[in-house]
Every structure is written in C-alpha cells, then in structure tokens.
C-alpha cells in the first residue's frame, strides 16, 4: 500500500462512524506518524495496522499465548480493539498500559469489519508504484509474442504462450511459465521454478465474514512468496494470503490441480500429488507428502517429514514422522485394523 499519514486515517475513521465522542478526541492527540503497511498481530511493526477480534484481552494471565509479557511485545501503529475492551477511561488506560508499544489504538464495533474496509480504502486499489515503471525484463529472458508481462522478470526466465504476469509479480532468474500460467500481483517467486499450463498464483483467496447478518468477502492483498527450485502442476492453484502471504519454501513440488489456500505456511521439500488440497492458514513441515486427493481442513498444523495417504481427509494436527490414512485421518496401523474389523462386521 501507499504510505498515508495516521491523521487521514483517522479522518476516513470519523467519516465512516467508526469512531466518535470521546475516541474520537483521545485518538486526536496521538502524535501523527507514518502508515506504510498491514499484518497479523504477531508480526505487526509500527508503522502497521492490525487488528484483534477475541476476548482475549482481558487479565488472565493463565491463558496461554496471552500474558502481559506478550502482550507487552505486541507492536503496531494501528491495533482495532473491541470497544466492550475499551468501555471506559479506565478500562482504556488499562488496556494501553498491558499494549505499551503500540501507537494508536481504536476501539470499534467489529475490529475483523474495519480492518476489511481499511484495506479496501488504502490498499486495494494502491498502485505501490505497480505499473509501467515497475516492469522489468532481464535481456535474456525470452517472452512468446502472447504473453502479457507487467511485472518483473529475471534473467533466463521463459514466458510461454498466453501468460499474464502482472504489475507487481517479481519472478527470480530462470523461472518457466509454460503455457496461459496466471501471476497475480504481489507474488514473488524464487530461482528455477517450473509452472505448468494453467497455474494460477496469488489469485483472490475464499474467505468471507458475517457482518450485520450478511456475509462478506474478505480481501486477500498480501500475495504469495515461493522459494527456489520448485514445480507447480497444470491448473494447480496458489492463494494469496489476507494480511501476510501464502508461503511455500524451497525445493518443493506439486502435480496437477494441487489447491494451496491463503495463509498457508508450506515447508521444503514437500510433494503433493494431484487433486490433493490444503484449506486455509494450514502450515506444512519440512518433508512431508501428500498421495493423491488427500486433504486438509483449515488451521491444521502437520509436522515435519509427514505420510498423508491417497483421498485421506486430516481434520486435527499429526505430529513429525506420522503416516496417516481414512477420514478423519487416523495413524495408518490403527485405520488398517479399524477397516479390518468393519470388513468382519459386514460379513455377519
């Protein structure tokens, strides 16, 4: 997004009824900075807007994740709070006493609401200085007379016929995009990476929230950053992520109609066989694989050097060196035996 000063955005907060009264008046007298960019709360700096949905604000020191030395880290210009967590002066002052690092602090109705709209106001429709001058072609990259390139394009790469790379994608040295591959703004792509027919990368992730009883699609600006040395399948799909990117690390591989959602945090050298999926915010280890049409539910956390089985469905986290198979997926010794004795009661 481009850079805008905290006093227009709290401007378009005002305007919005987002804020009012005595929020209003406090947030007047916050010294104006810089607002360059968004994140998630856990990597929010300060130049950041964030925002926080949950209860969790209260002082409770025995949940974990949430005691006032974490709290005391969390860092950014703009954090959305509840208003419930901001009811009075005092409860306010509290609050900013337990976040001492944080610039600005805007209670609302609906923090998930006013982050949405924040980004459609000052980040959908920036140019970040996406456009004619941002497109760069290494001189010995070679584009088919087809293909669309906005972005940039580093030495070595081929462009096949009808892909569109555009403002905003970097591609690393010696990439391949076969033939209609799609790469959507704010992807960066790493060395010698390999896109078959079809690909699309950074496409709009599948989120919505309820708001006022009507849902609401949620937009995903953050974009993806793959590393070296992978491959990407015909018609495989990449998610952007909504406030920090969709990740997939080094030397990982996918086969045809491979679905990795927003969010996702993916390892190296992980392989996924065709039609296999991974849902939303679900981080991979480094090593793992998934057989054919295996699938993952969103926020599932599977470690390191994991076996997920051909048309298994993975609905809680697997721990480093399982094997898994069925649905819900279960250790595959355990799902053997299990279809074992549904085998003999069949038979009765």
Known sequence: ???????????WLRSEKFVDGPFSDALATVPDFQVTG????STAVASDVSFWVGDNFKSDTNVPGFSDSVLAKVCAGVLFVPVAVA???EAMMTLKGRLPKVRALVPVENPHHAMVEFLKRFAADSSDGVGEAARSVAASAVIHPTAVVEGSVGEGCHIGS???VMAGAKLGPNCVLESSVTVYPH???GEDCIFQAGAVIGSRGFGFYEYKGERHMIPHLAGVRIGDRCSFGANTVVAAGFLAPTFIGNDSHFDSMVQISHNCRVGNHVFMASQSALAGSVTV???????????VADHIT???NVRVAAKAGVTRNIADGKTVSGFPALEIDLWRRCMVRLKQLGKK
Do not use: W
């Open 1 to 11: 997004m481009k850079p805008v000063l905290f006093s227009a955005v709290l401007e």
């Open 38 to 41: 968004f994140a998630p709360l």
């Open 87 to 89: 009811e009075s002066h």
């Open 162 to 164: 009808n892909c569109v």
């Open 187 to 189: 992807v960066e792509i």
């Open 285 to 295: 280890g480094d090593g793992s694989e998934f057989a054919g049409a295996a699938k």
């Open 302 to 304: 599977i470690g390191k």
